[in-house]
């Protein structure tokens, strides 16, 4: 090869490399609900006194060391007696389970050892002590980035999820990226519209006077658009909070989080 | 922000739609990218219409655009104020707007009024369309009377 052409070369593909480093769309992170609430909510996060989220954080901390079900056993007699196993695990999930062939969300993973390591009774997706042990997990991994996979075995549910984020539906014929992609930081009534991000969940939600998971709030987006919702814990639920981490990704867990 | 409306697109096409609402049903006819003739074949009501376009189960308007309707609080900014309605657009357009937006523009947040959802619909509005024929012909009567006098 003669050296002029390989010094062409070298600029051609620097070059090249500018093109499509100006021409990729912007990668920047997206916005957690936190930057558009109101100061009085931002402020009752920022102290976790005054954060009534904390109270189901409690819950799980108990929750933590009791023993329940047939094998005698604890979460911290497999995970160590703090919690601080668990950290940055939280922001990878929901994880493609190879034994399951779909995902798992960090509450299918507490039912798991429940039922198979604990012999105990599952917990119901939305009661305090599931609310609770997913809040306490949760926390294990604050002001840590979302880091999910959505490549690989996780791909076909990433692609589901993505497509149930994009598709119209209910009575009022709307997707997800309507309210979520068009419209953040503008006023629809009295809210403003956010990326609408997962990165705060289990959120202490003022309008439901308690704590609650990221599937009753997909089922509060759904209802609202009069679209039939799933339940808590669904496929469909699981799959379109992939999705959403994964429009998460490099936003900061900020759980247990407090929303309007 | 930026509107994509591709009315050039339409023009000349004609389109046939058949309206279901409960029992009633109504046909309308697309004309560029308009709906000329009434939907029922009678004059709208603007003060019913102000009501109906308020009324948070029925038309929810003020979910997403600002209105000269100084005593309801909040009101969204989705959508472009619509203070100026009945300046801008004639009644024959409003009308295209209000039964079925998506004519106009694919991609818009905007629901279509008598155009019933077609996808994972709550079982009490399957097959139903939010608005009566009657209720967008009243909505349209009120926009036309809106013509940017109201100030705040």
Redesign the interface.
């Known amino acids: 090869m003669k050296k002029t052409s390989l010094i062409k070369q070298i600029v051609m593909f620097a070059g090249f490399g500018v093109l499509v480093a100006a021409c990729a769309p912007k990668e920047e992170a997206l916005k957690s609900g936190y930057d558009w609430a109101i100061p009085e909510t931002q402020a009752m996060q920022d102290d976790d006194f005054s954060n009534p989220a904390f109270m189901w954080v409690d819950i799980g901390n108990d929750e933590w060391s009791k023993t329940d079900g047939e094998a005698g056993k604890s979460c911290a007699d497999c995970h160590g007696a703090d919690g601080s196993s668990m950290k940055g695990k939280s922001n990878m999930y929901p994880v493609y389970n190879k034994d399951d062939k779909k995902l798992r969300s960090i509450q299918d993973e507490v039912n798991n050892c429940r039922t198979n390591r604990m012999k105990a009774k599952a917990w119901k997706w939305e009661s305090d002590q599931m609310l609770g042990m997913a809040a306490f997990i949760r926390t294990q991994s604050r002001d840590m980035p979302i880091n999910v996979a959505v490549d690989g075995d996780a791909a076909p549910f990433f692609e589901a999820g993505k497509e149930f984020y994009e598709?119209?539906?209910?009575?009022?014929?709307?997707a997800c990226t309507?309210?979520h992609v068009?419209?953040p930081g503008?006023?629809?009534?009295?809210n403003v519209?956010t990326n609408g991000l997962g990165n705060g969940f289990p959120t202490y939600r003022l309008k439901w006077q308690k704590i609650g998971s990221l599937h009753r709030r997909f089922r509060g987006c759904?209802?609202n658009i009069?679209?039939?919702p799933f339940k808590q814990g669904s496929d469909e639920y699981t799959n379109l909070e992939l999705y959403l981490n994964h429009r998460a990704k490099g936003v900061m867990n900020e759980s247990p989080s407090v929303r309007n | 922000m930026t509107y994509r409306i591709i009315v050039g697109a339409l023009t000349g096409i004609v389109v046939s739609g058949a309206l279901v609402t409960g029992t009633m049903a109504a046909d309308y006819k697309i004309v560029d990218g308009t709906i000329p003739q009434s939907l029922t074949g009678k004059a709208g009501d603007p003060v019913q219409g102000k009501k109906t376009a308020v009324n948070r189960k029925k038309g929810n308007c003020?979910?997403?655009h600002v209105m000269p309707i100084p005593e309801e609080?909040?009101?969204?900014?989705?959508g472009p104020d619509l203070g100026e309605s009945g300046s801008n657009y004639s009644a024959a357009e409003l009308r295209m707007r209000l039964v079925d937006p998506k004519v106009l523009n694919p991609d818009t947040?905007m629901?279509?009024f008598l155009?019933?959802?077609?996808?994972?619909?709550?079982?009490k509005?399957a097959g139903?369309t939010?608005l009566s024929p009657q209720d967008v012909e009243d909505i349209v009567a009120y926009l036309t009377t809106l013509k940017g006098s109201y100030s705040k």
């Open positions: 598709t119209r539906r209910g009575g009022l014929d709307m309507h309210c068009d419209f503008v006023k629809i009534r009295a519209l759904n209802k009069r679209a039939q | 003020l979910a997403c609080q909040f009101h969204g900014e989705v947040i629901p279509a155009v019933p959802g077609k996808t994972a619909v709550l079982k509005f139903k939010i």
